[in-house]
């Protein structure tokens, strides 16, 4: 039990602690991230670029630190966005019922059929451009999971006495939504988002590796990996390792966390 109790709590120390360093960047940031320098370039990790320089003389570690932020707030707000539309949409499915419960189902398994990448470079032709818009794109196409989870948790819920009791003492309908129905549904909700939100970090890195998210001037540990692949060959591993392991931590904390929450919610609803 103290192992599993110390396990989350490490991960949980681990995100926080990248979040904050993230979160202040642009304090900790030893250089500024675009300042270049040609007489430092494919520098390897020393005393003063602590993880090195990249093909333009500008510090590894800065562009870490101010990628982080870029990354993580395109996870955070596609999350954010994904959750809201997931929340109505399967809210109505599941509280309404009936017909309109089909046919709105049948349209998520319509969106559900199309690969994701797809429906990202459909919006990406349209919606070209800055880190704002790069989250829409990934907040649009990543809400069916959510939307069928608070379908399902709806569906069990308004069967429940607690509810049927609501209705029979004729309860405001948005005091049943919100109190009784969204209420009871949070520990499903805050599981899928957890996961969303290491699913949005995925993403973002796959699109700006492929070069067709962030552009590449503006700094993500994405645009980093894009911009490392060539840096391989001339033998600068640091340019690529470092994003990369950033990356890896990152998502193994929420994977982590997310399965810790999952295990919690099975556990309450034996």
Request: hydrophobic share 55%.
């Amino acid at each position: 039990m103290r192992k599993r109790r110390k396990l989350p709590l490490f991960w949980l120390a681990l995100l926080c602690i990248i979040l904050g360093t993230t979160i202040f960047s642009s304090l900790l940031a030893p250089f500024e991230p675009n300042a270049m320098d040609m007489n430092q370039i494919y520098e390897a990790p020393n005393l003063t670029h602590l993880l090195g320089t990249d093909q333009l003389g500008r510090d590894v570690l800065s562009r870490i630190l101010i990628g982080g932020k870029v990354t993580l707030f395109i996870a955070i707000v596609s999350v954010v966005i994904a959750s809201i539309i997931g929340i109505i949409y399967g809210g109505i499915s599941g509280f309404v019922g009936g017909a309109v419960d089909v046919i709105m189902m049948r349209i998520l398994e319509a969106f559900l059929t199309i690969p994701s990448l797809v429906m990202v470079l459909a919006l990406q032709a349209i919606m070209q451009g800055s880190i704002w818009r790069m989250a829409m794109i990934i907040g649009f196409t990543g809400w069916f999971v959510t939307a069928r989870i608070v379908r399902s948790e709806f569906i069990r819920l308004k069967e429940m006495e607690f509810v049927q009791m609501a209705k029979m003492f004729r309860t405001p309908l948005w005091k049943i939504l919100f109190s009784h129905l969204l209420r009871n549904s949070l520990p499903a909700i805050v599981v899928v988002t957890i996961f969303n939100f290491a699913g949005a970090i995925f993403t973002e890195v796959s699109l700006s590796f492929l070069g067709i998210g962030v552009p590449p001037a503006i700094p993500s540990w994405g645009t980093m990996l894009y911009t490392a692949q060539n840096d391989l060959l001339v033998g600068a591993w640091w340019i690529g390792l470092f994003p990369g392991l950033m990356i890896f931590i990152t998502i193994l904390c929420v994977q982590a966390i997310g399965s810790t929450f999952k295990q919690g919610g099975e556990r309450s609803h034996v």
